[in-house]
């Protein structure tokens, strides 16, 4: 079970005090506000659909005398109620209006003597003339605040459109994508991505292959939860990411069609939704087509020490150029029945298919400490690999909502499967260009995992609400690599035993929660939680008929708390802290050896066990006029950290072995700032700064050895709609050097420019959009230090990326009355718009 540290416990016993000191004088002064409020009656109400009586949030409540004069006003908030407070007796009208609504003129009467008077529900009916007519051209802002972190709304960006996954991630808060692809939280790889709130198969073996064939255009918004409840899973460290596909609710049918070409990019994507009254249907079908080049330098200088004086003993040099080439397609269907305004039940099936084509070439010459090169130790390798996946995901859905309001059972259960395969072929010459070996090797995999869980929500009526759940999640992953090797041209292919490997592996996770939260007088929120987890692993691995057996059940308890307070003008102060886990994949257990670099030897450690994170973060968010900032100061401790481990063979040997460790203690202290505000009516700018100090402390090897530095990444946004539906967005952002136990890499950047013209009333439009323009190259150079070598890699990778992408929305919605309810008013159904 793990223990609290406590550092922890005195930030939350401090934080508890400064809430609490100024409660009293805030409850005072409140109580005086009330009392002065003597005079008047405060009205109270909902709104709905006259149809579905569902609420109609932020519908708009104005207060008109007889003759129409307006006195006073609301707005509903996000359940469609509404309150007026002080409204003098009489005869009044409440003028009830929304977009796609017809406005309702509502009379009442209000009675002397009370102190409060509820007008009950007022219900609106559609209007689909004004829809159809209706231009929105405000916009939601890019960055919004939740209780759990923020989310960026990417649908509003046109800089990622035509683009991948891997585009938009770049720009959210919080976030760093790097030049290969792969995600950062907060300086931490090790986050939990989700799809729709659901985990994806297509996102386990290689997440940054992954992100690229997921189209930016399918992306509604993207969730950063810092801080996440007991509620969620606890994998991922450094906290949870949730992808928002675009759905519609409208009913009718609606769709689109977006097509992008470019240089690095191509795709074609469409989506449509069909809904007729309680039964909704959605299918998107699309492919991309993903091309990525570079070139690598590398320099390695051997040494030994003799009465720790460093003697050189040979230099390396290696030269290495990649083509990758990605083809993908995927499918979704997706469908829900409401079978009343409490109960439904929703499916969706996804299946994606794709394959990779990779050639690359490395080139090695080796020079004596003179500098003289050895001839006979020159090797040229040209290698080419295909990598085939197909994934499906299903998922079932059943949510049931009770009368009291917030008390809801929600049923899941998910089904990922993906399946995996890969050539590789090698030939190897020496400076006279014969072939001096040749290798071939073929690996088919497969990972399942399937989940079931509960969720269960129960409001009190005075004493907040509880949330209870168990979820289990069933995983198993199977690979069988077999490799050969021949040491001439016209040779016959043997077979390695050595590097053939077959490997089964199981983990289980079978785990349940409590969390209670309770607010305070809409000042305080007070979430307490609790999530125990249960993990059975089991596996064999087989390399060289040597079976390697893994029998690892381990558990743990994981609190979660978190206490918020509400200020005036939408001040916000937020203390949270939890524990996270962070299991080893399979790609760091496998034992399989990759000598694809005979220098530089790679393979998984079955002998990992999970690392574990406290988490500690007080955020502060407050809006000035059009202008919204959000603060963070943060602490999170890592223990039994797995990170990348690297070491000579032997202390004369030239070629290394890289593998994974449980390296010891990773601690992180940072603070981010994130701001965003309105330019007028049609612009906005947004600002993202993460800043934190990496310590790191490592117990593998002879001796302990500690590394520490600080880090940072910067982006920014700018967006303006002109005239004539034409817009314009430019986004930036920056990552500062890097640095690991063993390593120290460059900075690496990344800014872009769109432009976007809409026509046919919105229907249409046109998005030029270009990427590092400037320079077509990124280079980043890494340092790497071991006991008997310095090694310098240049990556050159390019970058320069133009898009132009069309898209056309198509579709017509319709309205039309239920028969009960026609029944009731003897009204005739609505013709479709």
Same mark, same amino acid.
């Given at each position: !079970?793990?223990?609290?540290?406590?550092?922890?416990?005195?930030?939350?016993?401090?934080?508890?005090?400064?809430?609490?000191?100024?409660?009293?004088?805030?409850?005072?002064?409140?109580?005086?506000v009330?009392?002065r409020?003597?005079?008047?009656?405060?009205?109270?109400?909902?709104?709905a659909?006259?149809?579905?009586?569902?609420?109609?949030?932020?519908?708009?409540?104005?207060?008109?005398?007889?003759?129409?004069?307006?006195?006073?006003?609301?707005?509903?908030?996000?359940k469609?109620?509404?309150?007026?407070?002080?409204?003098?007796?009489? +005869?009044?009208?409440?003028?009830v209006?929304?977009?796609?609504?017809?406005?309702?003129?509502?009379?009442?009467?209000?009675?002397?003597?009370?102190?409060?008077?509820?007008?009950?529900?007022?219900?609106l009916?559609?209007?689909?003339?004004?829809?159809e007519?209706?231009?929105?051209?405000?916009?939601?802002?890019?960055?919004?605040?939740?209780? +759990?972190?923020?989310?960026?709304?990417?649908?509003?960006?046109?800089?990622?459109?035509?683009?991948?996954?891997?585009?938009?991630?770049?720009?959210?808060?919080?976030?760093?994508?790097?030049?290969?692809?792969?995600?950062?939280?907060r300086?931490?790889?090790k986050?939990?991505?989700?799809?729709?709130?659901?985990?994806?198969?297509?996102?386990?073996?290689?997440?940054?292959?992954?992100?690229?064939?997921?189209p930016?255009?399918m992306?509604?918004?993207?969730?950063?939860?810092?801080?996440?409840?007991?509620?969620?899973?606890?994998?991922?460290?450094?906290?949870v990411?949730?992808?928002?596909?675009?759905?519609?609710?409208?009913e009718?049918?609606?769709?689109?069609?977006?097509?992008?070409?470019?240089n690095?990019?191509?795709?074609?994507?469409?989506?449509?939704?069909?809904?007729?009254?309680?039964?909704g249907?959605?299918?998107?079908?699309?492919?991309?087509?993903?091309?990525?080049?570079?070139d690598?330098?590398s320099?390695?200088?051997?040494?030994?020490?003799?009465?720790?004086?460093q003697?050189?003993?040979?230099?390396?040099?290696?030269?290495?150029t990649?083509?990758?080439?990605?083809?993908?397609?995927?499918?979704?269907?997706g469908?829900?029945?409401?079978?009343?305004?409490?109960?439904?039940?929703?499916?969706?099936m996804?299946?994606?298919?794709?394959?990779?084509?990779?050639?690359?070439?490395?080139?090695?010459?080796?020079?004596?400490?003179?500098g003289?090169?050895?001839?006979?130790?020159?090797?040229?390798? +040209?290698?080419?690999?295909?990598?085939?996946?197909?994934?499906?995901? !299903?998922?079932?859905?059943?949510?049931?909502?009770?009368?009291?309001?917030?008390?809801?059972?929600?049923?899941?259960?998910i089904?990922?499967?993906?399946?995996?395969?890969?050539?590789?072929?090698?030939?190897?010459?020496?400076?006279?260009?014969?072939?001096?070996?040749?290798e071939?090797?073929?690996?088919?995999?497969?990972?399942?995992?399937?989940?079931?869980?509960?969720?269960?929500?129960?409001?009190?009526?005075k004493?907040?609400s509880?949330?209870?759940?168990?979820?289990?999640?069933?995983?198993?992953?199977?690979?069988?690599?077999s490799f050969?090797?021949?040491?001439?041209?016209?040779?016959?292919?043997?077979?390695?035993?050595?590097?053939?490997?077959?490997?089964?592996?199981?983990?289980?996770?079978?785990?349940?929660?409590?969390?209670?939260?309770?607010?305070?007088?809409?000042?305080?929120?007070?979430?307490?939680?609790?999530?125990?987890e249960?993990?059975?692993?089991?596996?064999?691995?087989?390399?060289?008929?040597?079976?390697?057996?893994?029998?690892?059940?381990?558990?743990?308890? !994981?609190?979660?708390? !978190?206490?918020?307070?509400?200020?005036?003008?939408?001040?916000?102060?937020?203390?949270s802290?939890?524990?996270?886990?962070?299991?080893?994949?399979?790609?760091?257990?496998?034992?399989?050896?990759?000598?694809?670099?005979?220098?530089?030897?790679?393979?998984?450690?079955?002998?990992?066990?999970?690392?574990?994170?406290?988490?500690?973060?007080?955020?502060?968010?407050?809006l000035?006029?059009?202008?919204?900032?959000?603060?963070?100061?943060?602490?999170?401790?890592?223990?039994?950290?797995?990170?990348?481990?690297?070491?000579?063979?032997?202390?004369?040997?030239?070629?290394?072995?890289?593998?994974?460790?449980?390296?010891?203690?990773?601690?992180?202290?940072g603070?981010?700032?994130?701001?965003?505000t309105?330019?007028?009516?049609?612009?906005q700018a947004?600002?993202?700064?993460?800043?934190?100090?990496?310590?790191?402390?490592?117990?593998?090897?002879?001796?302990?050895?500690s590394r520490?530095?600080?880090?940072?990444?910067?982006?920014?946004?700018?967006?303006?709609?002109?005239?004539?539906?034409?817009?314009?967005q430019?986004?930036?952002?920056?990552?500062?050097?890097r640095?690991?136990?063993?390593?120290?890499?460059?900075?690496?950047?990344?800014?872009?420019?769109?432009?976007?013209?809409?026509f046919?009333?919105?229907?249409?439009?046109?998005?030029l959009?270009?990427?590092n323009?400037?320079?077509?190259?990124?280079?980043?150079?890494?340092?790497?230090?071991n006991?008997?070598?310095?090694?310098?890699?240049?990556?050159?990778?390019?970058?320069?990326?133009?898009?132009?992408?069309?898209?056309?929305?198509?579709?017509?919605?319709?309205?039309?009355? +239920?028969?009960?309810?026609?029944?009731?008013?003897?009204?005739?159904?609505?013709?479709?718009?």
């Open positions: !079970m793990m223990r609290i540290p406590l550092q922890h416990l005195a930030c939350l016993a401090l934080f508890f005090l400064v809430l609490l000191l100024p409660a009293t004088a805030s409850a005072s002064s409140a109580a005086l009330e009392s409020q003597t005079g008047g009656v405060t009205l109270t109400g909902t709104v659909d006259a149809v579905t009586r569902k609420p109609v949030d932020f519908a708009t409540v104005a207060l008109q005398d007889k003759a129409g004069k307006p006195l006073n006003g609301a707005t509903c908030d996000d469609g109620a509404f309150t007026m407070p002080r409204v003098a007796p009489g +005869d009044y009208v409440l003028a209006s929304f977009v796609g609504y017809k406005t309702r003129l509502h009379p009442i009467t209000v009675s002397a003597g009370a102190s409060s008077q509820n007008v009950g529900s007022i219900l009916e559609t209007d689909s003339k004004a829809l007519e209706v231009v929105v051209t405000a916009e939601k802002d890019l960055i919004q605040e939740t209780d +759990d972190g923020l989310v960026y709304n990417a649908e509003n960006d046109i800089t990622n459109i035509g683009g991948t996954a891997a585009d938009v991630l770049k720009k959210v808060p919080s976030l760093a994508v790097d030049i290969d692809g792969n995600v950062e939280m300086g931490s790889p986050i939990k991505i989700l799809i729709n709130g659901k985990p994806s198969s297509m996102l386990g073996d290689n997440l940054a292959e992954a992100l690229a064939q997921i930016a255009d992306i509604k918004s993207v969730e950063v939860i810092s801080s996440p409840s007991a509620k969620y899973d606890a994998e991922g460290t450094a906290g990411v949730n992808i928002i596909t675009k759905k519609s609710s409208v009718g049918m609606t769709g689109s069609v977006t097509g992008t070409l470019g690095r990019t191509n795709n074609l994507n469409s989506n449509l939704n069909i809904r007729k009254k309680k039964v249907i959605r299918a998107t079908v699309g492919g991309n087509f993903n091309d990525r080049n570079g690598s330098e320099e390695q200088q051997y040494f030994r020490e003799e009465n720790t004086i003697t050189p003993t040979k230099q390396i040099q290696q030269v290495s990649f083509d990758n080439n990605g083809r993908s397609i995927f499918a979704q269907l469908g829900d029945y409401e079978f009343n305004e409490h109960t439904s039940l929703s499916a969706s996804r299946l994606n298919a794709g394959r990779n084509l990779s050639d690359r070439t490395l080139t090695t010459n080796e020079f004596t400490p003179a003289e090169e050895r001839v006979n130790n020159f090797r040229f390798r +040209d290698m080419e690999n295909t990598g085939r996946s197909s994934g499906l995901d !299903m998922n079932l859905h059943y949510k049931r909502k009770f009368k009291k309001k917030g008390q809801e059972l929600d049923v899941l259960t089904l990922n499967n993906n399946q995996s395969g890969s050539d590789y072929q090698l030939a190897e010459n020496n400076r006279t260009g014969t072939i001096t070996r040749r071939e090797s073929d690996n088919q995999g497969r990972n399942r995992e399937i989940t079931f869980q509960a969720d269960y929500s129960h409001p009190f009526d004493w907040g509880l949330d209870i759940g168990s979820r289990a999640v069933l995983r198993n992953s199977s690979s069988d690599y050969s090797f021949a040491r001439t041209a016209n040779a016959p292919l043997q077979l390695d035993p050595v590097r053939s490997n077959r490997f089964n592996y199981d983990q289980d996770v079978y785990s349940t929660y409590l969390s209670y939260t309770y607010r305070f007088k809409k000042t305080y929120t007070f979430r307490l939680g609790g999530r125990y249960y993990t059975n692993v089991q596996g064999q691995f087989n390399t060289n008929n040597i079976d390697t057996n893994l029998d690892k059940p381990f558990h743990n308890f !994981m609190p979660n708390v !978190m206490v918020m307070r509400n200020f005036a003008k939408g001040q916000r102060l937020r203390l802290y939890s524990t996270r886990i962070q299991r080893p994949g399979i790609g760091q257990l496998n034992p399989y050896r990759n000598e694809s670099n005979q220098l530089n030897i790679r393979y998984g450690n079955p002998n990992l066990d999970a690392e574990l994170t406290h988490n500690t973060e007080v955020n502060y968010s407050w000035i006029k059009n202008t919204s900032v959000n603060t963070s100061a943060y602490w999170r401790q890592t223990n039994n950290d797995i990170a990348h481990y690297q070491f000579p063979v032997s202390p004369s040997s030239d070629t290394l072995n890289t593998t994974f460790e449980n390296l010891g203690k990773n601690a992180v202290y603070t981010s700032v994130s701001a965003s309105r330019i007028k009516k049609n612009g947004g600002l993202n700064l993460n800043l934190y100090y990496n310590n790191l402390y490592s117990f593998v090897g002879k001796y302990a050895v520490a530095g600080w880090m940072y990444n910067l982006s920014g946004n700018l967006s303006y709609r002109f005239e004539k539906d034409f817009s314009v430019t986004a930036a952002s920056y990552n500062s050097p640095i690991s136990l063993q390593s120290r890499s460059t900075a690496n950047y990344s800014y872009s420019l769109g432009l976007r013209k809409e046919l009333k919105r229907k249409a439009g046109v998005s959009n270009v990427e323009f400037i320079s077509s190259l990124n280079t980043i150079r890494t340092t790497v230090n006991t008997n070598s310095n090694n310098l890699n240049f990556n050159n990778n390019y970058n320069r990326i133009v898009r132009l992408s069309f898209n056309y929305r198509f579709g017509k919605m319709e309205f039309k009355r +239920d028969k009960a309810l026609e029944r009731l008013t003897g009204q005739g159904s609505k013709k479709k718009s």
